[in-house]
């Protein structure tokens, strides 16, 4: 008994991984999607009775965007692997998830949700389409349109008025982050607009992707060596507030899926060529630090100080999933990418452990070792590493000529679909609580937070000590940013 334990605690120091991976072999890379498929899957229980589909349990720490993501992740696994069993559960929430305007604004998420949650739901959709994944019942959303809905959604919400433009990171007026505008959400706006121009070949929505392009690469956001900070708090009288400065894997990853989508519906332009081998170029060398060889993907702001929020903790798996796209699109980056995809995925499978039939995966791909955290974060970047090998086997998505799903460019802004009801439900919010807005300040203020913000913005910005970079309709040129 002594010498067993001995020999399983041994056995647990000489970690041997439970997920082989062969990233040269197209069999050995669908066989160890099938099991952190499965271990993703295996949080969701949105298909069984009495639960909601296409919600992750609470659990404490809910995300609803991160469900859409997850579901996103399910189209893509179909696609890379042929494997449908999940196509059922998927399609069931993408459809449920819509909400009754069939623009996933449901009501149950208003107090959470922002442009970038939302923008999740519609890549998965959009996903769908792109793929010719299975499609709903005609008397259903369907899920072109479901793009085009939050595309013209998040049109409408485009903001002159402040900053010079770009969307808001919130659409609720009583969220945190709606005197904010983030990278993730004006770079997944961004990255909708070019695949439904890749997808529709309708001209509006290219212009829109180079309108957004052109506003995020004139701001603050984007330095001039194309790292992409994540985001620029404002007032109602400057947008001068100091700089979330850090830089995560999505927000790049946003843009270069985007900007590959362009280049190729461009037929390969110099404009989008230079764009995407800048952010790319920045990409290697941020998230691909060499300390660790140069080519293992880190989510370096928080993995080495063990600090990942619920969040954070699937991050790099967009990025992955997003360097797949521009190898695809933009063929003269697969000598660079698929080295990055290859050598992470590898690192990826070499922290999973557990039972075969059960595989758990640590957060760390440069360590050698499991580092034991658990989260289906932690099982979607493995999943979203290793399936984007297969990238260079599958067919390129489809458009508007050999596509299936239906569309509706008036979508969400009335049109075919009921009209949304969110303008109602914030006249409604805004009567039913008429305190809301002095609770929220004074409950946030009690925190020390953001409604301190609220209450003093301008001293607080004054005190961040942050350059004025931003003065009547333009950016300054030359303060740090390109054009
Ligand atoms: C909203 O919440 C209610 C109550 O939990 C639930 O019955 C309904 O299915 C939810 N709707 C969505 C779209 O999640
Ligand atoms: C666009 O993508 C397709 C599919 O991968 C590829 O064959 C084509 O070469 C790309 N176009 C350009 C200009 O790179
Ligand atoms: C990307 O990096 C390469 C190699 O350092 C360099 O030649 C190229 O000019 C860079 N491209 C952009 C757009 O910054
Ligand atoms: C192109 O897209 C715009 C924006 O959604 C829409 O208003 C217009 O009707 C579309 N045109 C066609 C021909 O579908």
Redesign the pocket.
């Known amino acids: 008994m002594k010498l067993l334990r001995a020999l399983l605690v041994v056995q647990s120091l000489h970690h041997v991984s439970a997920l082989t991976l062969d990233v040269g072999s197209t069999a050995s890379i669908k066989k160890a999607a099938k099991a952190l498929a499965d271990s993703a899957m295996r949080y969701y229980d949105g298909d069984k009775p009495g639960s909601?589909p296409?919600?992750l349990p609470a659990a404490g720490e809910f995300n609803w965007w991160e469900a859409g993501a997850l579901f996103g992740q399910m189209v893509e696994y179909w696609y890379y692997t042929g494997d449908s069993t999940y196509n059922d559960m998927t399609k069931q929430a993408l459809v449920?998830?819509a909400?009754p305007s069939a623009n996933y604004e449901?009501?149950?998420q208003t107090r959470t949700e922002g442009n970038d949650d939302q923008a999740f739901w519609a890549f998965a959709a959009m996903s769908a389409a792109e793929f010719n994944f299975p499609n709903p019942d005609p008397k259903e959303p369907q899920y072109l349109a479901l793009a085009q809905a939050v595309f013209n959604r998040q049109a409408s919400r485009w903001d002159d008025k402040h900053c010079g433009g770009g969307l808001r990171w919130q659409f609720n007026p009583l969220n945190n982050g709606w005197m904010e505008k983030n990278a993730i959400s004006n770079g997944c706006f961004f990255q909708l607009a070019a695949r439904l121009a890749r997808y529709t070949k309708n001209a509006t929505y290219a212009q829109w992707a180079d309108k957004t392009y052109n506003w995020i690469a004139h701001s603050p956001l984007m330095s001039p060596q194309y790292d992409i900070y994540d985001n620029i708090p404002f007032t109602e009288t400057g947008c001068d507030g100091p700089i979330g400065q850090i830089q995560w894997t999505y927000n790049v990853g946003s843009l270069i899926a985007g900007a590959a989508y362009m280049y190729n519906h461009t037929n390969g332009s110099p404009a989008w060529k230079e764009r995407l081998s800048g952010l790319l170029n920045s990409t290697g060398r941020v998230f691909f630090p060499q300390q660790y060889g140069g080519q293992i993907l880190v989510e370096y702001a928080c993995e080495p100080r063990e600090n990942c929020n619920k969040d954070q903790r699937s991050f790099k798996g967009y990025l992955a999933r997003w360097l797949a796209v521009a190898a695809q699109m933009a063929p003269y980056t697969r000598d660079r990418i698929m080295p990055w995809l290859q050598k992470s995925a590898q690192a990826a499978a070499n922290v999973c452990t557990g039972d075969p039939s059960n595989v758990v995966c640590g957060r760390k791909w440069y360590e050698a070792k499991d580092d034991g955290t658990r989260d289906i974060g932690n099982q979607m970047t493995a999943l979203s590493i290793v399936q984007s090998n297969l990238i260079l086997n599958v067919r390129p998505p489809s458009d508007v000529h050999s596509g299936s799903s239906t569309g509706d460019p008036g979508a969400g802004n009335g049109g075919l679909t009921k009209p949304t009801d969110w303008e109602a439900t914030r006249v409604m919010m805004k009567a039913d609580k008429a305190g809301a807005w002095i609770l929220t300040v004074f409950l946030l203020a009690a925190a020390g937070g953001w409604g301190w913000f609220l209450v003093s913005e301008g001293d607080e910005f004054e005190k961040g000590g942050f350059a004025r970079q931003y003065e009547g309709s333009r950016w300054h040129v030359g303060v740090g940013h390109r054009y």
Do not use: D, I, S
């Open positions: 909601t296409g919600l449920f998830q909400g449901p009501e149950n």
